[in-house]
């Protein structure tokens, strides 16, 4: 997509996300660190000088083998933490479908969590009474609304916070491997649903492992590995270098 007049979606410009690794766990082992002058925990970089843009409308796939620092990507996004170094941008309001229902009580009821949850996103009373009904509905759950969510299956769970994050009316939706949960009719009404936020101008940002949701649905593709981003480009052409890099884990790649 090119690159307009408008501010993008998302934007990262040199971002890292540097973590510190415990180096010993007992007294014993901190005192002589400190002496020979070492930090208690050495750093480690999850994402190392990260540049890319997502514009509005746009869907993006982010690809890469498990610790390559994808989810992260999406954390800094959600503001759940934030770069060590460099800048992130984001216009508008983050919905991010990562862990569904992590928000949830499990001694309330479905109806209770519909307003908790709704309220960690953003969202007041107000908007949340308006679009309960079609929050239960999208979510099929009318005969379970009020029952305690420690009750639900997985899939029930999954069904009921997929459907307060995509009611939340965002700019900017962040998809975590929930397109290959759930029965195949959910899917379905999960794509259908992510294809009418494109058409309002909806930012999606789609992290998986199925390379054919990220072919046939994303317009576009990073390749991440070891917090670096390897490629930005066609779906098609990453994914070959992703299942190059897997072939060929030593191989030396060129960082974009």
């Known amino acids: 997509m090119p690159i307009g007049s408008d501010p993008p979606g998302i934007e990262f410009t040199q971002v890292s996300k540097r973590f510190q690794l415990q180096e010993g766990r007992t007294l014993r082992e901190f ?62 309001r983050v919905s991010p479908l990562i862990e569904l229902g992590a928000g949830f009580h499990p001694d309330l009821t479905g109806r209770e969590n519909v307003f908790l949850n709704a309220s960690i996103l953003g969202m007041s009373r107000k908007e949340v009474l308006s679009r309960f009904d079609a929050i239960i509905s999208f979510a099929e759950l009318w005969d379970f609304v009020d029952t305690p969510v420690k009750r639900y299956s997985s899939g029930m769970y999954i069904r009921l916070g997929f459907s307060v994050a995509v009611h939340s009316d965002p700019d900017i939706l962040l998809v975590d491997e929930v397109l290959t949960v759930g029965d195949a009719a959910f899917q ?69």
């Open 31 to 92: 005192v002589p660190a400190l002496f020979r002058g070492r930090a208690w925990s050495p750093p480690f970089y999850a994402l190392q000088n990260v540049n890319f843009r997502a514009e509005r409308g746009e869907i993006l796939g982010i690809v890469g083998r498990n610790g390559s620092g994808k989810s992260t990507v999406l954390k800094l996004i959600a503001g759940v933490t934030a770069p060590s170094e460099g800048e992130i941008m984001i216009c508008g």
């Open 188 to 256: 379905e009404k999960c794509l259908i649903k992510m294809r009418e936020f494109q058409s309002r101008g909806v930012t999606i940002i789609v992290v998986s492992h199925s390379m054919g949701l990220i072919q046939d649905f994303c317009e576009r593709a990073l390749l991440l590995s070891g917090g670096h981003l390897l490629a930005d480009g066609a779906p098609a052409e990453v994914i070959h270098q992703y299942t190059d890099l897997i072939s060929h884990p030593d191989a030396a790649l060129e960082t974009v």
